[in-house]
């Protein structure tokens, strides 16, 4: 397990200023995410804690590095059964402070999956998706996620922690799609479109930009 501590920090500022051009780069895939695109980029300007000081809530809003992982080959992503949120998710895990969100997705995936993050083909170390999420449960409060999508070959993965999933799951995007929506991340399907369209594994363009 790899902590963020020996990696070297990041000050407050330089971070905002980095999240400002990561959202800035990010190109909206329906109006949803221009609006989560707009709320971050203030949220951020406002001079609010962004990173998670103390669990579950502290600050009530922060910030989250999810990665799907891809296997570019086989065209299929990787989904985990989440233990406390009681849904199929895509890997990831909250930005500590000091951390830039690449580094946390680099720490996360040494600890989730027991392998090294490596940048898709398709979206390099940029956030392809942005998400801003009022959580369920106890401790609710608000996530803001930068979505980022690692290249791993399925037979690569042959771990997972299970503290915190019970299961892990190899699906087409047709097939996350089929997935119920209250069993998966409320944005899955939408990021499910925007990721097979810039990947060429589209089967829902013609209607792909619809928000829920």
Known sequence: MTSSHSRPSIGDERLRTQLVEMVERIDPWDELERTHLETATEWVASGAPVC??????????????????????CGVLLLVAHRKAGLWLPTGGH??????PWSAVERECLEELGIPAAASTITGRRPFFL?????????EHTDVSLWYVVSAAVDSIVSYDEEEFTAIRWLTPE?????????LDPHMHR???????AAGLDTAAPTARRSP
């Open 52 to 73: 998670r000081t103390r669990k579950p809530d502290v600050p009530a809003m922060h910030l989250v590095s999810y990665f799907v992982v891809l296997d570019e080959e």
């Open 131 to 139: 998400t801003v999420t009022r959580t369920r449960g106890q401790g």
């Open 95 to 100: 930005v500590e402070p000091g951390e830039t």
């Open 175 to 183: 097939q996350v799609l089929g997935e119920p929506l209250n069993s």
């Open 191 to 197: 990021f499910t479109r925007k990721l097979a369209h």
